[in-house]
């Protein structure tokens, strides 16, 4: 039963996790003519072209994008604690789809900043679809921590620092 729980969660998030990039590639007006952008969008249509018949945009924010992103936690959520034997009450329910879909925000960004850092180390000066896409996702996060901590010797630590500052709200989460 546990391999089953452990198969299920991490699914779910993985497809939480794609449905949240197209997200915040949205919000942070990325290049959708990235071959990445483009997968990360086929992936989702599926889900989020139906519910966007349903949900209007509201200014930048796409409406349906973001309910796909909850509908998702949701159903993580609900999906394990019926695996668990748990049934859980509408507050609890609710509880638990906005702390996951706050984790899933934290580990995103997380996993983007890591991501970034090692592209940038790896193969500095180059294209990289990934590294571009990745940079304008990460952007949000990693420019207020520029102007606050400025490079040393040409070596930007904001990555680092930044991955600090997401590990220690994932810890005051849980």
């Not at 990039?21 to 072209?49: C, E």
């Not at 999906?79 to 609710?94: E, H, M, R």
């Amino acid at each position: 039963m546990r391999a089953l729980v452990f198969i299920i969660d991490v699914l779910v998030t993985l497809y939480g996790a794609v449905l949240l990039l197209r997200l915040l590639m949205q919000l942070t007006r990325a290049d959708f003519r990235n071959p990445i952008a483009r997968a990360v969008v086929q992936l989702t249509n599926p889900v989020v072209l139906p519910l966007r018949r349903l949900l209007p945009p509201a200014g930048k924010l796409d409406t349906a994008s973001a309910a796909a992103v909850v509908l998702c936690a949701l159903l993580k959520v609900w999906l394990l604690s019926l695996l668990l034997g748990f049934a859980p009450g509408a507050a609890l329910l609710l509880r638990a789809t906005l702390i996951d879909v706050a984790e899933l925000v934290l580990h995103t960004y997380l996993w983007c900043i890591i991501f970034y850092a090692l592209l940038s180390f790896l193969a500095p000066g180059n294209y990289s679809p990934a590294q571009s896409l990745l940079a304008s996702i990460t952007r949000p996060v990693l420019d207020p921590v520029r102007r606050l901590i400025p490079p040393i010797a040409g070596l930007d630590l904001s990555p680092l620092w930044a991955a600090i500052a997401i590990q220690a709200l994932l810890i005051l989460l849980r």
